[in-house]
């Protein structure tokens, strides 16, 4: 798998890259990864990436040019074919587990548009970008931390990322409902004891109430998930 991201600020993702399980999927070879900066695509002194908005309004919007020479040199980089861009913005789908499911694949390929400012020229996604994918209601300075979020979802979920091969089919949301609660040692901690249950040995029972206690914990905090 190989994941390109098109940023201003590359050096933040040493934070996916370099770090954990992302980081050791990298080192192990699981993906390759690399930034692509649109200030290194200018061709003005000051390497302008922005202008003001037409219409008038606050902020500033990314340019067109910057952005799809940025773009094609992500996908020269990746080399496939079949490469999807995306641009991480506030308008897009909602980034969820059938995303994950759809994406984290060993051959599939990804250029992550991060925005910043009051975001990017429209007639730059009608051209260049696939989909428009959200992690949130919300609006953040940029989409540096959305691609990292979703970079380290889809890595986690790669064939030989996690520890345990059954770690990830484990996870909330993989069956459409929460995970269940979990325990450690010691068994019993500030007064309270692990159920009984995960202490029984008896691993057909244990796995009948952790589906259970997922069911109620979706019921109680995710009810729209039912």
């Known amino acids: 798998m190989r994941i390109a991201v098109v940023t201003l ?46 219409g008038g309004g606050p902020g500033m919007v990314m340019l067109c040019e910057p952005l799809v020479a940025a773009v094609n040199a992500a996908k020269k980089w990746i080399g496939g074919e079949d490469t999807k861009v995306v641009y991480m ?28 400012y009051e975001g990017v020229d429209e007639r730059f996604i009608e051209q260049e970008v696939d989909e428009e994918w959200t992690i949130g209601d919300y609006v953040l300075s940029g989409g540096e931390l959305p691609a990292m979020v979703v970079m380290d979802a889809l890595i986690r979920h790669l064939p030989g990322a996690l520890g345990h091969e059954d770690s990830a089919i ?12 979990h325990y450690t040692r010691p068994e019993t901690w500030a007064g309270k004891k692990v159920p009984e ?9 244990i796995a009948e109430w952790r589906r259970k206690q997922a069911e109620e914990r979706t019921k109680k905090r995710r009810p729209d998930l039912l």
């Open 9 to 54: 600020f590359p050096d933040m993702f040493s934070a996916v890259t370099e770090y954990g399980i992302s980081g050791r999927a990298v080192k192990d070879g699981l993906l390759q990864t690399r930034c692509f900066n649109p200030r290194d695509f200018t061709s003005d002194k000051h390497q302008t990436v922005d202008d003001r908005p037409y």
């Open 89 to 116: 913005s506030p308008q897009g789908v909602p980034f969820n587990y059938t995303l994950v499911e759809g994406n984290a694949l060993p051959d599939q390929n990804l250029v992550l548009v991060a925005g910043r």
């Open 170 to 181: 484990q996870d909330s949301f993989v069956e459409g409902i929460l995970d269940c609660p």
């Open 197 to 205: 249950i995960l202490l029984s040995g008896d691993h057909k029972r």
